[in-house]
Protein backbone atom coordinates (compact mmCIF):
# COMPACT_ATOMS: atom_id res chain seq x y z
CA UNK A 1 0.00 0.00 0.00
CA UNK A 2 1.13 3.52 -0.56
CA UNK A 3 3.75 5.00 2.04
CA UNK A 4 3.25 8.27 2.52
CA UNK A 5 5.10 11.15 4.59
CA UNK A 6 5.59 14.66 5.84
CA UNK A 7 8.63 16.26 4.44
CA UNK A 8 11.10 19.24 5.40
CA UNK A 9 9.32 22.11 2.34
CA UNK A 10 11.05 24.43 0.66
CA UNK A 11 9.12 27.64 0.24
CA UNK A 12 9.47 31.04 -0.87
CA UNK A 13 9.95 33.78 2.18
CA UNK A 14 6.67 35.16 1.66
CA UNK A 15 7.46 38.20 4.25
CA UNK A 16 10.36 39.18 2.24
CA UNK A 17 8.27 38.88 -1.25
CA UNK A 18 5.36 41.35 0.31
CA UNK A 19 8.77 43.71 1.87
CA UNK A 20 9.46 43.92 -2.12
CA UNK A 21 5.86 44.58 -2.94
CA UNK A 22 5.45 41.61 -5.03
CA UNK A 23 2.10 40.98 -3.20
CA UNK A 24 0.30 41.36 0.13
CA UNK A 25 0.80 38.97 2.90
CA UNK A 26 1.10 35.41 1.70
CA UNK A 27 0.81 36.52 -1.51
CA UNK A 28 3.01 33.87 -4.07
CA UNK A 29 1.84 34.96 -7.33
CA UNK A 30 4.85 36.75 -8.79
CA UNK A 31 6.50 33.73 -8.09
CA UNK A 32 4.37 30.82 -8.84
CA UNK A 33 3.93 29.59 -12.08
CA UNK A 34 1.90 26.68 -13.78
CA UNK A 35 3.08 23.16 -14.30
CA UNK A 36 6.24 22.70 -17.09
CA UNK A 37 4.38 21.34 -19.66
CA UNK A 38 1.56 23.91 -20.10
CA UNK A 39 3.80 26.33 -20.54
CA UNK A 40 4.72 28.12 -23.94
CA UNK A 41 7.74 30.23 -25.30
CA UNK A 42 5.38 33.24 -24.64
CA UNK A 43 4.37 32.33 -21.52
CA UNK A 44 7.82 31.46 -20.10
CA UNK A 45 9.16 35.03 -21.12
CA UNK A 46 6.12 36.66 -19.83
CA UNK A 47 7.00 34.49 -16.09
CA UNK A 48 10.64 35.53 -16.28
CA UNK A 49 9.53 39.33 -16.59
CA UNK A 50 6.98 39.26 -13.78
CA UNK A 51 9.16 38.84 -11.19
CA UNK A 52 13.47 37.59 -11.40
CA UNK A 53 13.01 34.74 -8.99
CA UNK A 54 9.74 33.30 -10.80
CA UNK A 55 9.89 29.23 -10.48
CA UNK A 56 9.66 29.09 -14.07
CA UNK A 57 13.50 29.32 -14.07
CA UNK A 58 13.65 26.53 -12.20
CA UNK A 59 11.71 24.09 -14.02
CA UNK A 60 12.06 25.73 -17.51
CA UNK A 61 15.66 27.39 -16.98
CA UNK A 62 17.90 28.57 -19.75
CA UNK A 63 21.42 27.71 -20.14
CA UNK A 64 23.44 31.12 -18.99
CA UNK A 65 27.16 31.20 -20.42
CA UNK A 66 29.05 27.68 -20.41
CA UNK A 67 26.36 26.15 -17.62
CA UNK A 68 23.60 23.67 -19.38
CA UNK A 69 20.20 25.00 -18.36
CA UNK A 70 19.96 22.15 -15.45
CA UNK A 71 23.27 23.11 -14.01
CA UNK A 72 21.94 27.19 -14.24
CA UNK A 73 18.88 25.71 -12.31
CA UNK A 74 20.76 23.92 -9.65
CA UNK A 75 22.95 27.26 -8.69
CA UNK A 76 19.90 29.28 -9.23
CA UNK A 77 18.37 26.90 -6.55
CA UNK A 78 21.28 27.16 -4.29
CA UNK A 79 21.48 31.11 -4.01
CA UNK A 80 17.89 31.33 -3.46
CA UNK A 81 18.55 29.35 -0.69
CA UNK A 82 21.85 31.10 0.33
CA UNK A 83 19.88 34.65 0.27
CA UNK A 84 16.97 33.84 2.06
CA UNK A 85 14.79 34.00 -1.00
CA UNK A 86 13.67 30.40 -0.04
CA UNK A 87 13.42 29.19 3.30
CA UNK A 88 13.18 25.73 4.79
CA UNK A 89 10.49 24.55 7.09
CA UNK A 90 12.03 24.08 10.47
CA UNK A 91 9.74 20.13 10.56
CA UNK A 92 8.61 17.88 7.92
CA UNK A 93 5.26 18.66 7.40
CA UNK A 94 2.04 17.48 5.15
CA UNK A 95 1.09 20.57 3.18
CA UNK A 96 -2.20 20.85 2.96
CA UNK A 97 -3.59 22.56 -0.65
CA UNK A 98 -6.71 23.68 -1.79
CA UNK A 99 -7.72 25.14 -5.20
CA UNK A 100 -11.26 27.23 -5.21
CA UNK A 101 -12.48 28.05 -8.84
CA UNK A 102 -16.00 28.14 -10.79
CA UNK A 103 -16.82 25.16 -13.16
CA UNK A 104 -17.90 26.38 -17.10
CA UNK A 105 -21.05 26.63 -15.57
CA UNK A 106 -20.14 29.30 -13.06
CA UNK A 107 -20.98 27.00 -10.33
CA UNK A 108 -18.41 27.29 -7.49
CA UNK A 109 -16.15 24.02 -7.07
CA UNK A 110 -13.13 23.09 -5.11
CA UNK A 111 -9.70 20.19 -4.88
CA UNK A 112 -8.40 19.78 -1.38
CA UNK A 113 -5.54 17.68 -1.20
CA UNK A 114 -2.63 16.90 0.57
CA UNK A 115 1.11 17.21 -0.46
CA UNK A 116 3.90 14.62 0.77
CA UNK A 117 6.47 11.93 -0.15
CA UNK A 118 5.24 9.40 -1.71
CA UNK A 119 7.52 5.69 -1.64
CA UNK A 120 8.61 4.90 -5.18
CA UNK A 121 7.05 1.17 -5.77
CA UNK A 122 10.09 -1.46 -6.56
CA UNK A 123 9.51 -4.07 -8.92
CA UNK A 124 8.72 -6.91 -7.08
CA UNK A 125 6.34 -4.53 -4.36
CA UNK A 126 2.81 -4.54 -4.48
CA UNK A 127 1.37 -2.22 -6.93
CA UNK A 128 0.59 0.55 -4.65
CA UNK A 129 0.58 3.43 -7.50
CA UNK A 130 -1.46 2.66 -10.56
CA UNK A 131 -1.22 4.52 -13.88
CA UNK A 132 -4.59 5.56 -15.21
CA UNK A 133 -3.34 5.87 -18.86
CA UNK A 134 -0.87 4.86 -21.47
CA UNK A 135 1.94 7.64 -22.01
CA UNK A 136 3.11 9.13 -25.22
CA UNK A 137 6.52 8.11 -26.36
CA UNK A 138 8.73 11.02 -25.34
CA UNK A 139 11.94 11.52 -24.08
CA UNK A 140 12.29 12.05 -20.25
CA UNK A 141 15.92 12.62 -20.90
CA UNK A 142 15.13 16.45 -19.74
CA UNK A 143 13.38 15.76 -16.47
CA UNK A 144 16.06 12.94 -15.77
CA UNK A 145 18.32 15.93 -15.99
CA UNK A 146 16.74 19.14 -14.14
CA UNK A 147 16.32 15.59 -11.32
CA UNK A 148 19.82 15.13 -11.56
CA UNK A 149 20.90 18.21 -11.32
CA UNK A 150 19.04 19.78 -8.76
CA UNK A 151 18.29 17.24 -6.42
CA UNK A 152 15.19 18.11 -6.01
CA UNK A 153 10.98 17.65 -6.77
CA UNK A 154 9.91 21.28 -8.15
CA UNK A 155 6.11 20.16 -8.70
CA UNK A 156 4.20 17.53 -7.15
CA UNK A 157 2.87 14.91 -9.40
CA UNK A 158 -0.99 14.25 -8.94
CA UNK A 159 -2.47 11.15 -7.41
CA UNK A 160 -5.74 10.32 -6.62
CA UNK A 161 -6.69 7.75 -3.63
CA UNK A 162 -8.74 4.94 -3.92
CA UNK A 163 -9.47 5.13 -0.16
CA UNK A 164 -12.94 6.60 0.87
CA UNK A 165 -12.56 9.32 3.91
CA UNK A 166 -9.34 10.93 3.10
CA UNK A 167 -11.48 14.22 2.13
CA UNK A 168 -13.14 14.77 5.50
CA UNK A 169 -9.22 14.48 6.92
CA UNK A 170 -8.36 17.69 5.31
CA UNK A 171 -10.57 19.83 6.57
CA UNK A 172 -9.32 23.99 6.49
CA UNK A 173 -7.07 24.16 9.72
CA UNK A 174 -3.44 25.18 10.29
CA UNK A 175 -1.68 28.15 9.80
CA UNK A 176 -1.85 29.59 6.29
CA UNK A 177 1.71 29.75 4.47
CA UNK A 178 1.23 30.76 1.14
CA UNK A 179 -1.99 31.71 -1.90
CA UNK A 180 -2.47 32.93 -5.32
CA UNK A 181 -5.07 33.65 -7.52
CA UNK A 182 -3.65 32.37 -11.18
CA UNK A 183 -4.48 34.37 -14.13
CA UNK A 184 -7.78 32.37 -14.57
CA UNK A 185 -8.95 33.77 -11.39
CA UNK A 186 -7.89 30.57 -9.57
CA UNK A 187 -7.29 30.69 -6.10
CA UNK A 188 -4.46 28.32 -4.87
CA UNK A 189 -3.93 28.24 -1.17
CA UNK A 190 -1.48 25.98 1.08
CA UNK A 191 -1.78 25.47 5.07
CA UNK A 192 0.65 23.59 7.08
CA UNK A 193 -0.06 20.07 9.27
CA UNK A 194 2.50 19.27 11.52
CA UNK A 195 -0.07 17.79 14.19
CA UNK A 196 1.37 14.46 14.91
CA UNK A 197 -2.16 12.74 15.57
CA UNK A 198 -3.25 14.42 12.31
CA UNK A 199 -0.39 13.72 10.15
CA UNK A 200 -0.43 10.05 11.16
CA UNK A 201 -4.52 9.67 9.82
CA UNK A 202 -3.74 11.48 6.76
CA UNK A 203 -0.68 9.03 5.99
CA UNK A 204 -2.73 5.78 7.34
CA UNK A 205 -5.66 7.06 5.05
CA UNK A 206 -3.57 7.40 2.10
CA UNK A 207 -2.05 3.56 2.78
CA UNK A 208 -5.35 2.48 3.13
CA UNK A 209 -5.63 1.95 -0.79
CA UNK A 210 -3.61 1.95 -4.03
CA UNK A 211 -3.34 5.99 -5.65
CA UNK A 212 -3.60 6.29 -9.31
CA UNK A 213 -1.74 8.57 -10.92
CA UNK A 214 -4.07 11.50 -12.54
CA UNK A 215 -0.99 13.94 -13.74
CA UNK A 216 2.69 13.44 -14.25
CA UNK A 217 3.00 9.87 -15.40
CA UNK A 218 6.41 10.86 -17.16
CA UNK A 219 7.84 12.36 -13.82
CA UNK A 220 6.98 9.46 -12.16
CA UNK A 221 8.87 6.87 -14.41
CA UNK A 222 11.96 9.58 -14.03
CA UNK A 223 12.04 9.14 -10.67
CA UNK A 224 11.58 5.82 -10.89
CA UNK A 225 14.84 5.96 -13.48
CA UNK A 226 16.95 7.93 -11.17
CA UNK A 227 15.88 5.88 -7.84
CA UNK A 228 16.97 3.10 -10.20
CA UNK A 229 20.01 4.74 -11.41
CA UNK A 230 21.18 5.40 -7.40
CA UNK A 231 20.66 1.99 -6.92
CA UNK A 232 22.82 0.90 -9.56
CA UNK A 233 25.42 2.51 -8.53
CA UNK A 234 25.24 1.32 -5.12
CA UNK A 235 24.10 4.17 -3.72
CA UNK A 236 21.65 4.57 -0.65
CA UNK A 237 19.59 7.49 -1.12
CA UNK A 238 16.31 8.30 1.30
CA UNK A 239 15.58 11.23 -0.75
CA UNK A 240 15.59 10.00 -3.91
CA UNK A 241 13.34 7.04 -3.59
CA UNK A 242 10.06 8.96 -2.90
CA UNK A 243 8.61 12.31 -4.85
CA UNK A 244 6.38 14.94 -3.95
CA UNK A 245 2.90 13.88 -4.73
CA UNK A 246 -0.54 15.88 -4.43
CA UNK A 247 -2.36 13.24 -3.14
CA UNK A 248 -7.18 13.92 -3.74
CA UNK A 249 -9.30 11.74 -2.63
CA UNK A 250 -11.15 10.24 -5.90
CA UNK A 251 -14.31 11.64 -5.35
CA UNK A 252 -16.73 13.36 -7.54
CA UNK A 253 -16.99 16.90 -5.46
CA UNK A 254 -13.26 16.72 -5.32
CA UNK A 255 -12.41 16.61 -9.37
CA UNK A 256 -13.03 18.68 -12.68
CA UNK A 257 -12.60 16.36 -15.51
CA UNK A 258 -12.09 18.13 -19.06
CA UNK A 259 -12.42 16.17 -22.27
CA UNK A 260 -9.17 16.45 -24.60
CA UNK A 261 -10.33 17.00 -28.39
CA UNK A 262 -8.69 15.51 -31.26
CA UNK A 263 -6.89 18.53 -33.54
CA UNK A 264 -6.65 16.82 -37.22
CA UNK A 265 -4.13 18.39 -40.13
CA UNK A 266 -3.27 15.63 -42.57
CA UNK A 267 -6.12 14.76 -43.99
CA UNK A 268 -4.82 15.11 -47.74
CA UNK A 269 -8.51 15.95 -49.22
CA UNK A 270 -9.73 13.25 -47.64
CA UNK A 271 -13.47 14.38 -46.66
CA UNK A 272 -13.76 13.56 -42.87
CA UNK A 273 -17.85 13.11 -43.24
CA UNK A 274 -17.53 10.72 -45.64
CA UNK A 275 -14.43 8.81 -44.41
CA UNK A 276 -16.35 8.34 -40.87
CA UNK A 277 -19.64 7.16 -42.61
CA UNK A 278 -19.17 3.64 -42.30
CA UNK A 279 -18.72 3.62 -39.02
CA UNK A 280 -20.76 6.57 -37.60
CA UNK A 281 -24.04 8.03 -38.22
CA UNK A 282 -22.96 11.22 -39.14
CA UNK A 283 -25.54 13.86 -38.49
CA UNK A 284 -25.38 17.67 -39.65
CA UNK A 285 -26.02 20.65 -36.70
CA UNK A 286 -25.29 23.54 -38.01
CA UNK A 287 -22.54 26.10 -38.70
CA UNK A 288 -19.03 26.31 -36.71
CA UNK A 289 -20.17 29.13 -34.55
CA UNK A 290 -19.81 29.50 -30.58
CA UNK A 291 -23.40 29.05 -29.86
CA UNK A 292 -23.31 25.82 -32.15
CA UNK A 293 -20.22 24.50 -30.21
CA UNK A 294 -22.34 24.91 -27.34
CA UNK A 295 -25.51 23.15 -28.47
CA UNK A 296 -23.51 20.41 -30.65
CA UNK A 297 -21.15 19.24 -27.02
CA UNK A 298 -24.96 19.65 -25.19
CA UNK A 299 -26.10 17.09 -27.99
CA UNK A 300 -22.94 15.19 -27.17
CA UNK A 301 -23.60 14.63 -23.32
CA UNK A 302 -27.41 14.21 -24.14
CA UNK A 303 -27.38 11.71 -26.84
CA UNK A 304 -23.81 9.89 -26.76
CA UNK A 305 -21.45 10.48 -29.65
CA UNK A 306 -18.49 12.29 -30.30
CA UNK A 307 -18.60 15.78 -32.38
CA UNK A 308 -16.61 16.81 -35.52
CA UNK A 309 -16.17 20.05 -36.41
CA UNK A 310 -14.66 20.51 -40.40
CA UNK A 311 -14.93 22.95 -43.51
CA UNK A 312 -18.85 22.24 -43.60
CA UNK A 313 -19.61 22.99 -40.12
CA UNK A 314 -20.48 20.69 -37.29
CA UNK A 315 -21.65 17.38 -36.70
CA UNK A 316 -22.72 14.55 -34.19
CA UNK A 317 -21.60 11.04 -35.19
CA UNK A 318 -23.20 8.92 -33.69
CA UNK A 319 -21.49 5.31 -33.75
CA UNK A 320 -22.75 2.28 -35.31
CA UNK A 321 -22.84 -0.32 -32.81
CA UNK A 322 -22.66 -3.24 -35.72
CA UNK A 323 -19.18 -1.34 -36.71
CA UNK A 324 -17.50 -0.45 -33.48
CA UNK A 325 -18.45 -3.14 -31.10
CA UNK A 326 -16.36 -6.13 -32.34
CA UNK A 327 -13.39 -3.35 -32.25
CA UNK A 328 -14.31 -2.69 -28.76
CA UNK A 329 -14.64 -6.18 -27.60
CA UNK A 330 -10.79 -6.52 -27.13
CA UNK A 331 -10.73 -3.92 -25.09
CA UNK A 332 -10.69 -4.28 -21.22
CA UNK A 333 -14.64 -3.14 -20.43
CA UNK A 334 -14.21 -0.26 -18.00
CA UNK A 335 -12.61 1.82 -20.92
CA UNK A 336 -14.80 0.58 -23.96
CA UNK A 337 -17.50 3.55 -23.68
CA UNK A 338 -14.53 6.39 -23.16
CA UNK A 339 -14.46 8.59 -26.21
CA UNK A 340 -10.66 8.60 -26.14
CA UNK A 341 -10.94 4.43 -26.77
CA UNK A 342 -14.26 5.41 -29.79
CA UNK A 343 -11.88 7.73 -31.43
CA UNK A 344 -8.78 5.69 -31.72
CA UNK A 345 -11.02 2.56 -32.25
CA UNK A 346 -13.53 3.98 -34.79
CA UNK A 347 -12.38 7.42 -36.31
CA UNK A 348 -8.43 7.05 -36.43
CA UNK A 349 -8.87 3.45 -38.59
CA UNK A 350 -10.70 5.46 -41.59
CA UNK A 351 -8.23 8.48 -41.93
CA UNK A 352 -5.03 8.64 -43.43
CA UNK A 353 -2.26 6.75 -41.44
CA UNK A 354 0.28 9.58 -41.47
CA UNK A 355 -2.52 12.20 -40.59
CA UNK A 356 -0.96 14.32 -37.47
CA UNK A 357 -3.19 14.05 -34.38
CA UNK A 358 -3.34 17.50 -32.00
CA UNK A 359 -4.47 17.42 -28.63
CA UNK A 360 -6.43 20.66 -26.75
CA UNK A 361 -8.78 20.78 -23.96
CA UNK A 362 -11.30 23.59 -25.18
CA UNK A 363 -13.88 22.99 -27.47
CA UNK A 364 -14.37 26.86 -28.34
CA UNK A 365 -10.81 27.05 -29.43
CA UNK A 366 -10.70 23.92 -31.34
CA UNK A 367 -13.58 25.13 -33.12
CA UNK A 368 -12.30 28.62 -33.82
CA UNK A 369 -8.92 27.12 -35.14
CA UNK A 370 -10.79 25.07 -37.92
CA UNK A 371 -12.62 28.21 -38.95
CA UNK A 372 -9.82 30.18 -39.26
CA UNK A 373 -8.38 27.62 -41.03
CA UNK A 374 -4.86 27.10 -38.81
CA UNK A 375 -6.23 23.18 -39.15
CA UNK A 376 -8.29 20.92 -41.02
CA UNK A 377 -10.76 19.15 -38.82
CA UNK A 378 -11.61 18.16 -35.23
CA UNK A 379 -13.07 15.38 -33.14
CA UNK A 380 -14.77 16.66 -30.17
CA UNK A 381 -14.70 14.21 -27.42
CA UNK A 382 -16.50 14.07 -23.93
CA UNK A 383 -15.00 14.35 -20.33
CA UNK A 384 -14.70 10.99 -18.74
CA UNK A 385 -16.53 10.65 -15.48
CA UNK A 386 -15.21 9.94 -12.06
CA UNK A 387 -17.21 6.73 -12.50
CA UNK A 388 -15.42 5.96 -15.05
CA UNK A 389 -11.70 6.71 -13.90
CA UNK A 390 -12.78 4.57 -10.50
CA UNK A 391 -13.69 1.52 -12.27
CA UNK A 392 -10.96 1.59 -14.54
CA UNK A 393 -8.76 2.26 -11.53
CA UNK A 394 -10.02 -0.55 -9.91
CA UNK A 395 -10.57 -3.03 -12.27
CA UNK A 396 -6.36 -2.30 -13.15
CA UNK A 397 -7.09 -0.90 -16.98
CA UNK A 398 -5.33 2.02 -18.35
CA UNK A 399 -7.18 4.75 -20.35
CA UNK A 400 -5.43 5.77 -23.99
CA UNK A 401 -3.63 8.75 -23.63
CA UNK A 402 -4.49 11.77 -23.37
CA UNK A 403 -7.82 10.61 -22.17
CA UNK A 404 -8.30 13.32 -19.09
CA UNK A 405 -7.44 16.68 -18.13
CA UNK A 406 -7.76 17.56 -14.41
CA UNK A 407 -8.49 21.01 -14.09
CA UNK A 408 -7.04 23.30 -12.59
CA UNK A 409 -3.75 22.18 -12.02
CA UNK A 410 -1.31 23.29 -8.92
CA UNK A 411 0.69 25.84 -9.26
CA UNK A 412 4.55 25.49 -9.16
CA UNK A 413 6.18 27.56 -6.71
CA UNK A 414 3.85 26.80 -3.28
CA UNK A 415 6.34 24.57 -2.36
CA UNK A 416 9.53 22.23 -3.36
CA UNK A 417 10.74 19.19 -1.96
CA UNK A 418 15.05 19.11 -1.87
CA UNK A 419 15.92 15.02 -1.71
CA UNK A 420 19.05 16.11 0.62
CA UNK A 421 16.86 16.75 4.00
Known amino acids: MPDFLPFVGIRYDVTRLAEAGAGGPGDVGAVAAPPYDVIDEDDRTALEAAHPQNSVRLILPRADGSRDPYQAAADTMAAWLDDGILVADDEPRFYLYGIDFEDEAGRPRHTHGVIGALALPGETSSPSVLPH ?94 RDELLAAGRDDPGGARIMAFIVELADD ?75 AAVDEPVREVDATVFDLGVRPHLPADVDVGYRSDAAVVAALVEKGVTEAAVLLRPVTVGQIRAAAFAGARMPEKTTYFHPKPRTGMVFRSLDR
Open 254 to 328: ELFVRAIHRVLTGLGGVDPRAALAAAFEVVGTGPNTPEGVAALTNRMRQEGGLGLVDSGGLALLVPRPDVLEPAL
Open 133 to 226: ERTMPRTKSDRLALLQATRANLDPIWCLSLASGLSDLLEREGEELASCVDGEGIRHHLRALADDSHTTRIAEAVAGAPVVIADGHHRFETACAY
